[in-house]
Protein backbone atom coordinates (compact mmCIF):
# COMPACT_ATOMS: atom_id res chain seq x y z
CA UNK A 1 0.00 0.00 0.00
CA UNK A 2 1.19 3.16 -0.73
CA UNK A 3 2.31 6.22 2.21
CA UNK A 4 -0.31 8.57 2.91
CA UNK A 5 -0.01 11.78 0.91
CA UNK A 6 -1.00 14.50 3.08
CA UNK A 7 -2.15 17.93 1.15
CA UNK A 8 -2.66 21.52 1.82
CA UNK A 9 -5.28 22.90 -0.14
CA UNK A 10 -4.53 27.21 -0.12
CA UNK A 11 -7.85 28.68 -2.22
CA UNK A 12 -10.24 31.30 -1.09
CA UNK A 13 -13.13 29.78 -3.41
CA UNK A 14 -14.57 27.11 -1.57
CA UNK A 15 -16.15 25.55 -4.39
CA UNK A 16 -12.71 25.49 -5.66
CA UNK A 17 -11.58 23.97 -2.93
CA UNK A 18 -14.65 21.32 -2.42
CA UNK A 19 -13.75 20.32 -6.31
CA UNK A 20 -10.02 19.50 -5.27
CA UNK A 21 -11.60 17.16 -2.65
CA UNK A 22 -13.68 15.49 -4.82
CA UNK A 23 -11.04 15.06 -6.87
CA UNK A 24 -8.70 13.70 -4.49
CA UNK A 25 -11.33 11.64 -3.06
CA UNK A 26 -13.50 10.00 -6.00
CA UNK A 27 -12.17 6.63 -6.01
CA UNK A 28 -12.64 6.58 -9.56
CA UNK A 29 -8.94 8.38 -9.54
CA UNK A 30 -7.46 5.70 -7.96
CA UNK A 31 -5.88 7.69 -5.27
CA UNK A 32 -6.33 6.91 -1.39
CA UNK A 33 -3.13 7.66 -0.32
CA UNK A 34 -4.08 11.03 -0.74
CA UNK A 35 -5.54 12.95 1.81
CA UNK A 36 -6.63 16.76 2.49
CA UNK A 37 -4.74 17.43 6.04
CA UNK A 38 -6.09 20.83 5.98
CA UNK A 39 -7.40 24.11 4.01
CA UNK A 40 -6.63 27.67 3.83
CA UNK A 41 -8.42 30.54 2.04
CA UNK A 42 -5.72 33.37 2.33
CA UNK A 43 -2.11 33.69 2.03
CA UNK A 44 -1.30 34.46 5.71
CA UNK A 45 -3.49 31.38 6.83
CA UNK A 46 -1.81 29.13 4.79
CA UNK A 47 2.12 29.85 6.06
CA UNK A 48 -0.06 29.31 9.70
CA UNK A 49 -1.56 25.95 8.38
CA UNK A 50 2.36 24.68 6.96
CA UNK A 51 3.59 25.66 10.90
CA UNK A 52 0.97 24.24 12.42
CA UNK A 53 1.36 20.97 10.41
CA UNK A 54 4.95 20.93 10.13
CA UNK A 55 6.22 23.18 12.47
CA UNK A 56 10.11 23.83 13.29
CA UNK A 57 11.26 20.52 13.47
CA UNK A 58 9.47 19.82 9.59
CA UNK A 59 7.51 15.95 11.34
CA UNK A 60 5.92 14.23 8.47
CA UNK A 61 2.54 15.37 8.56
CA UNK A 62 2.30 17.76 5.58
CA UNK A 63 3.59 16.49 1.82
CA UNK A 64 2.17 18.95 -1.09
CA UNK A 65 1.05 22.15 -0.89
CA UNK A 66 -1.71 23.16 -3.54
CA UNK A 67 -1.74 26.89 -3.89
CA UNK A 68 -3.75 29.13 -5.94
CA UNK A 69 -1.63 32.13 -7.74
CA UNK A 70 -4.63 34.84 -7.17
CA UNK A 71 -4.61 34.04 -2.80
CA UNK A 72 -5.76 37.52 -0.80
CA UNK A 73 -3.61 39.35 1.09
CA UNK A 74 0.04 37.78 0.79
CA UNK A 75 -0.90 36.67 -3.36
CA UNK A 76 -0.13 32.65 -4.57
CA UNK A 77 3.87 34.15 -5.45
CA UNK A 78 4.56 35.78 -2.41
CA UNK A 79 3.28 32.34 -0.11
CA UNK A 80 5.29 30.38 -2.50
CA UNK A 81 8.55 32.92 -1.43
CA UNK A 82 7.97 32.19 2.05
CA UNK A 83 7.38 28.53 1.53
CA UNK A 84 10.92 27.95 -0.13
CA UNK A 85 12.70 30.25 2.74
CA UNK A 86 11.04 28.58 5.90
CA UNK A 87 10.72 25.09 4.14
CA UNK A 88 12.84 24.99 1.55
CA UNK A 89 12.00 20.93 0.74
CA UNK A 90 7.77 21.09 0.83
CA UNK A 91 6.90 20.94 -2.53
CA UNK A 92 4.55 23.55 -3.82
CA UNK A 93 2.21 22.89 -6.83
CA UNK A 94 0.54 26.05 -8.04
CA UNK A 95 -3.05 26.74 -9.19
CA UNK A 96 -4.41 28.86 -11.55
CA UNK A 97 -7.15 30.06 -14.36
CA UNK A 98 -3.86 31.74 -15.93
CA UNK A 99 -2.46 30.27 -19.00
CA UNK A 100 0.72 28.79 -18.74
CA UNK A 101 2.48 30.58 -21.32
CA UNK A 102 2.79 33.66 -18.66
CA UNK A 103 2.37 32.60 -15.30
CA UNK A 104 4.33 28.49 -15.02
CA UNK A 105 7.40 29.93 -16.21
CA UNK A 106 7.80 32.35 -13.03
CA UNK A 107 6.19 29.57 -10.37
CA UNK A 108 8.76 27.58 -11.94
CA UNK A 109 11.88 29.80 -11.63
CA UNK A 110 10.00 30.60 -7.92
CA UNK A 111 10.47 27.10 -6.66
CA UNK A 112 7.23 25.72 -7.62
CA UNK A 113 7.42 22.05 -8.02
CA UNK A 114 4.62 21.98 -10.92
CA UNK A 115 2.10 24.26 -12.45
CA UNK A 116 -1.24 23.27 -13.28
CA UNK A 117 -4.25 24.87 -14.83
CA UNK A 118 -7.72 24.37 -12.33
CA UNK A 119 -9.65 22.84 -15.72
CA UNK A 120 -6.67 19.85 -15.50
CA UNK A 121 -8.23 16.67 -15.97
CA UNK A 122 -8.98 14.61 -12.64
CA UNK A 123 -5.70 12.29 -14.05
CA UNK A 124 -3.06 15.04 -14.13
CA UNK A 125 -4.14 16.29 -10.78
CA UNK A 126 -3.33 13.31 -9.29
CA UNK A 127 -0.73 12.22 -11.31
CA UNK A 128 0.66 16.00 -10.32
CA UNK A 129 0.31 15.51 -6.40
CA UNK A 130 2.28 12.07 -6.94
CA UNK A 131 5.10 13.17 -8.35
CA UNK A 132 6.01 16.50 -6.53
CA UNK A 133 5.29 14.33 -3.24
CA UNK A 134 7.68 12.06 -4.48
CA UNK A 135 10.53 14.78 -4.87
CA UNK A 136 9.82 15.36 -8.68
CA UNK A 137 8.61 18.17 -10.80
CA UNK A 138 5.33 18.08 -13.03
CA UNK A 139 5.51 19.84 -15.94
CA UNK A 140 2.47 20.01 -18.44
CA UNK A 141 3.07 19.85 -21.83
CA UNK A 142 2.04 23.69 -22.36
CA UNK A 143 4.32 24.50 -19.44
CA UNK A 144 7.24 22.80 -20.90
CA UNK A 145 6.64 24.64 -23.84
CA UNK A 146 6.64 27.75 -22.01
CA UNK A 147 9.69 27.35 -20.05
CA UNK A 148 11.62 26.43 -23.45
CA UNK A 149 10.02 29.48 -24.68
CA UNK A 150 11.55 31.59 -22.54
CA UNK A 151 15.09 30.31 -22.75
CA UNK A 152 14.79 31.18 -26.31
CA UNK A 153 13.51 34.58 -25.87
CA UNK A 154 15.84 35.20 -23.14
CA UNK A 155 18.77 34.19 -25.42
CA UNK A 156 17.05 36.84 -28.16
CA UNK A 157 16.85 39.53 -25.58
CA UNK A 158 20.72 39.44 -25.04
CA UNK A 159 21.76 39.86 -28.59
CA UNK A 160 18.14 41.95 -29.96
CA UNK A 161 18.19 45.43 -31.12
CA UNK A 162 18.21 48.58 -28.18
CA UNK A 163 14.83 48.81 -27.38
CA UNK A 164 13.70 45.73 -27.87
CA UNK A 165 11.16 44.71 -25.47
CA UNK A 166 12.18 41.64 -23.27
CA UNK A 167 8.73 40.77 -21.94
CA UNK A 168 7.04 39.64 -19.17
CA UNK A 169 9.83 37.24 -17.98
CA UNK A 170 12.03 40.69 -17.02
CA UNK A 171 9.25 42.04 -14.79
CA UNK A 172 9.85 42.41 -11.48
CA UNK A 173 7.69 40.79 -8.95
CA UNK A 174 5.74 43.45 -7.97
CA UNK A 175 5.32 44.73 -11.54
CA UNK A 176 3.92 41.11 -11.74
CA UNK A 177 1.77 41.75 -8.93
CA UNK A 178 0.23 44.67 -10.60
CA UNK A 179 0.57 43.40 -14.28
CA UNK A 180 -1.62 40.56 -13.23
CA UNK A 181 -4.53 42.85 -11.49
CA UNK A 182 -4.60 44.88 -14.54
CA UNK A 183 -5.13 42.08 -16.61
CA UNK A 184 -7.82 40.99 -14.07
CA UNK A 185 -9.73 44.39 -14.94
CA UNK A 186 -8.82 45.85 -11.70
CA UNK A 187 -8.78 49.83 -11.70
CA UNK A 188 -5.20 51.46 -10.19
CA UNK A 189 -6.87 52.52 -7.32
CA UNK A 190 -8.17 48.74 -6.72
CA UNK A 191 -4.44 47.29 -7.18
CA UNK A 192 -3.42 50.58 -4.61
CA UNK A 193 -5.54 49.12 -2.24
CA UNK A 194 -4.89 45.45 -2.75
CA UNK A 195 -1.62 45.98 -2.46
CA UNK A 196 -1.13 48.92 -0.14
CA UNK A 197 0.52 51.16 -2.83
CA UNK A 198 -0.41 54.73 -3.47
CA UNK A 199 -2.56 55.43 -7.07
CA UNK A 200 0.51 57.25 -8.39
CA UNK A 201 2.91 54.36 -7.54
CA UNK A 202 0.53 51.35 -9.39
CA UNK A 203 0.51 54.16 -12.12
CA UNK A 204 4.71 54.30 -12.30
CA UNK A 205 4.55 50.00 -12.00
CA UNK A 206 1.55 49.75 -15.07
CA UNK A 207 4.15 52.40 -17.21
CA UNK A 208 7.18 50.27 -16.09
CA UNK A 209 5.11 47.29 -17.39
CA UNK A 210 3.34 48.79 -20.22
CA UNK A 211 7.59 49.51 -21.43
CA UNK A 212 8.77 46.30 -20.90
CA UNK A 213 6.60 44.16 -22.73
CA UNK A 214 6.22 46.59 -25.48
CA UNK A 215 1.62 46.90 -25.08
CA UNK A 216 0.01 50.39 -25.85
CA UNK A 217 -2.40 50.04 -22.88
CA UNK A 218 -4.63 47.40 -21.09
CA UNK A 219 -6.34 46.01 -23.67
CA UNK A 220 -3.31 44.48 -25.45
CA UNK A 221 -1.67 43.77 -21.78
CA UNK A 222 -5.02 41.66 -21.48
CA UNK A 223 -4.41 40.26 -25.09
CA UNK A 224 -0.64 39.33 -23.87
CA UNK A 225 -2.04 37.67 -20.80
CA UNK A 226 -4.30 35.60 -22.62
CA UNK A 227 -1.53 34.41 -24.98
CA UNK A 228 -3.47 36.17 -27.75
CA UNK A 229 -0.99 38.88 -29.69
CA UNK A 230 -2.40 42.29 -30.31
CA UNK A 231 -3.09 43.08 -34.09
Same mark, same amino acid.
Given at each position: ??????????? /???????????????????? !???????????????????????????????????????? !??? &??????? @????????????????????????????????????????? &? &??? @??????? @?????? *?????????? @???? *??????? !???? !???????????????????????????????????? *?????????????????????????????? /?
Amino acid at each position: MNATVRVLIGD /DHRIVREGLKQVLADPANGA !PEIVVAAEATEGAEVLAQVERLLGAGGALQLDVVLLDIAM !PGM &DGLEVLQ @ALRRAWPGLPVLMLSTYPERQYAVRCIQMGAAGYLHKSADP &D &DMV @AAVRKVA @AGGRYL *TEATASALAG @AVQR *TGVVRIA !PRGQ !PPGIEALSHREHQVFRLLTAGHSVSEIGAQLKLAPN *TVSTYRARILEKTGARNDVELALLARGTPA /D
